[in-house]
């Protein structure tokens, strides 16, 4: 299911340090998002970008950053990593027009 | 802005029982309404949806219901079966748009 691409798969931060999560899509879709998943709060948005060159706030912005360059690659970036940010990061591409969302297979972040 | 409250947090139903899911939201500018289905180590899948437009959806052993009044839908699962185990999310797209606000999921478990 090559849709979304996402890398790293899995990471290990110390508090302070910063990284990049990188995402792609192989087809030419306008919207991408980024989602955060913990355990009992379902998946909440980070940021989204509904179209090349423009990025949004989602519910839970505080302490990333995103760019989207171009059409194909959205990526997150943590600049001081925080053990609050430990979880499971999913990269998703907009269907269109119809609302339907395609995740890629999401990051795994642990920060110590 | 949106708010999407899912009950409930775990379910347990014996192998062909039925399982139902329930969902509210608060904006009333929400206008579609997907089902997304993760399984263990997974990404989330959009299994069903539904419109503003339509109060009932079905495809064979699953449905979804709306009632914008009231401003929850629910999710039908008929027939279950052991693949029907997994977390199951409801959403709901904030102000009309295309960015989806997640329930915090349901970890439904099918005992044969």
């Known amino acids: 299911n090559a849709g979304v691409t996402q890398t790293p798969k899995f990471q290990v931060l110390k508090t302070g340090q910063s990284m990049t999560l990188q995402c792609a899509q192989d087809?030419?879709?306008?919207?991408m998002y980024w989602y955060r998943q913990d355990p009992g709060m379902g998946l909440r948005l980070i940021y989204y970008s509904a179209s090349e060159g423009t990025t949004d706030k989602g519910e839970v912005p505080n302490g990333y950053n995103v760019s989207r360059l171009n059409k194909r690659e959205f990526s997150l970036r943590l600049e001081s990593a925080a053990p609050s940010q430990t979880s499971v990061y999913f990269c998703a591409r907009g269907q269109g027009n119809t609302g339907e969302l395609f995740f890629g297979e999401g990051s795994r972040l642990t920060v110590l | 802005g949106e708010n999407v409250e899912q009950h409930p947090s775990t379910l347990s139903v014996q192998e062909g029982d039925s399982a139902v899911i329930k969902c509210t939201y608060s904006?009333?500018?929400?206008?579609?309404f997907p089902w997304y289905k993760q399984e263990l180590g997974k990404r989330p899948q959009l299994i069903i949806d539904i419109r503003s437009n339509v109060g009932e959806k079905k495809d064979q052993r699953i449905a979804v219901t709306l009632n914008k009044t009231a401003k929850h839908f629910s999710l039908h699962i008929t027939e279950t079966q052991p693949e029907d185990s997994a977390v199951y999310f409801c959403?709901?797209?904030?102000?009309?748009?295309?960015?989806?606000?997640f329930g915090q999921g349901t970890r439904l478990t099918i005992n044969p």
């Open positions: 904006d009333s500018a929400s206008n579609y």
């Open positions: 087809m030419n879709h306008n919207s």
């Open positions: 959403a709901a797209n904030h102000g009309g748009a295309q960015k989806l606000v």
